[in-house]
């Protein structure tokens, strides 16, 4: 079969059995299955010990201990603290109630390392309170939506795991690679949706006394405490990312258990249901992608797409500029995990033939990749929105469309300065 023939059954296929709604590990495995079984030159008894290959890796156990983390902070009263805490403090400045909402969700985000899950969290407390506070509800939905993008980029980021496993880059490299892109990015939604607020007239809270604000930060405390205990127990050389994803979520669910108090037996039972739902979702993702990468390699995609790349004399920003809208666009139809293991087989060689450093792509990347999830029609953070709120999915898309071009702008910003990307992994033994 020839290689533009082969790639026609392979994406053929997985584009079939999206229409028809079949789960996306189903259908990146089913669709390499018909693509190997047509070729018939691939013994289809390798299959399971190809996609066992795909998840036994050490780092990957890090996924569920983060995802449980995240699960319990939002349901275990960690995320309502917080967000308490930040109000109290910058609540009264113009338009606080969209600070409060940026800041909480960069704070989640240094948690949970997941963008749904931060939308959720933050979400289910801002946004009932904002349109109680005079907010406009679609303005309300469009800022947790886009807010929520930072858990994928803030570490530590469930993507970023993907990222570093399938192109064998340092994790913690990785992590703190997102630390500057997540503060550019987050101050950025600051400014604008204070100016934005200002500008629609939108009111502040009464400014807390000294005596709630040192009550709601003693209680917020704990929360504050967890980002500084993952990336402090990861950078001081005592865990690492996998171990401190562990550690990360005992302290989480000891705090929930002995400190909040909150969450009954019934509602513990349906946050292990869920944490696992998850990462068997990731599990069975990445499994299923070994399979679709490795017909493509077998079919020698990656080192053709390179060496056309190359006899065009595409340079680095024209390459930036390609992926950025394939990122996008993939988006909005899969979710991150998936877009990261179909396209970096592919990818890799055409990168290092532009001279690209894997690092600053993997932000790069990760930006386009929020840009994704608030857009139409799979974007997830828009379904987490409409989801809460009730509200159709049309007005949750009018509502992140002001922020669009916020993600673009920092987007252009970080492809141009890669030093905001690479200065604090340059900083680490070896470099980058």
């Known amino acids: 079969m020839s290689v533009s023939l082969a790639m026609v059954v392979l994406f053929g296929f997985f584009a079939l059995f999206l229409l028809l709604r079949v789960p996306i590990g189903v259908a990146l495995a089913f669709s390499s299955l018909i693509a190997f079984a047509l070729d018939g030159n691939f013994n289809l008894l390798q299959v399971p010990s190809r996609m066992f290959e795909g998840i036994n890796s050490f780092s990957l156990l890090a996924i569920p201990g983060f995802v449980f983390t995240g699960v319990v902070m939002a349901r275990g009263g960690i995320a309502k603290y917080l967000v308490e805490a930040v109000r109290a403090w910058v609540g009264h400045v113009p338009?606080?109630?969209?600070?409060v909402v940026v800041v909480s969700s960069m704070i989640f985000a240094a948690i949970s390392g997941s963008s749904p899950a931060t939308a959720a969290a933050i979400g289910s407390v801002t946004i009932p309170a904002m349109i109680r506070n005079g907010y406009s509800k679609r303005y309300?939905?469009?800022?947790?939506?886009t807010s929520g993008t930072l858990g994928i980029l803030i570490p530590p980021s469930v993507t970023m795991i993907i990222y570093g496993i399938t192109t064998s880059q340092s994790i913690g490299k990785l992590f703190i690679a997102g630390i500057i892109p997540g503060l550019l990015l987050g101050g950025s939604l600051v400014v604008f949706s204070v100016w934005y607020a200002r500008r629609a007239g939108y009111g502040r809270l009464p400014r807390a006394g000294w005596k709630e604000r040192w009550r709601t930060l003693w209680w917020g405390l704990p929360g504050f405490f967890l980002p500084v205990l993952i990336m402090g127990t990861i950078y001081t050389g005592v865990a690492t990312p996998t171990e401190s994803s562990v550690i990360a979520l005992?302290?989480?669910i000891l705090i929930s258990l002995f400190v909040y108090r909150e969450a009954r037996?019934?509602?513990w039972v349906a946050m292990l249901r869920e944490a696992v739902g998850i990462t068997a979702m990731i599990y069975l993702i990445?499994?299923?992608?070994m399979l679709f990468s490795l017909y493509m390699t077998n079919k020698q995609v990656p080192a053709l797409l390179a060496e056309w790349i190359?006899?065009?004399?595409?340079?680095?920003?024209?390459?930036?500029?390609?992926?950025s809208i394939l990122f996008i666009i993939l988006g909005m139809f899969l979710e991150a995990v998936s877009i990261i293991l179909i396209t970096l087989p592919v990818l890799m060689p055409i990168l290092q033939a532009v001279d690209i450093n894997l690092i600053h792509f993997a932000v790069v990347m990760t930006i386009s990749m929020e840009l994704a999830m608030i857009t139409p029609p799979v974007g997830l953070n828009l379904f987490v929105i409409s989801g809460i709120t009730k509200a159709p999915l049309g007005e949750v898309v009018r509502g992140v469309?002001?922020?669009y071009a916020v993600l673009l702008f920092v987007l252009v910003i970080l492809v141009l300065f890669p030093e905001l990307s690479l200065w604090l992994p340059s900083m680490m033994k070896g470099g980058v």
Do not use: I
């Not at 338009?95 to 600070?99: C, D, F, I, R, T």
């Open 95 to 99: 338009g606080g109630l969209s600070v």
């Open 140 to 145: 309300a939905m469009g800022l947790v939506a």
């Open 250 to 252: 005992f302290y989480a």
């Open 265 to 267: 037996l019934k509602e």
């Open 286 to 289: 990445v499994s299923a992608a």
């Open 310 to 323: 190359v006899d065009h004399g595409f340079g680095r920003y024209e390459v930036f500029a390609v992926t």
């Open 401 to 403: 469309v002001p922020f």
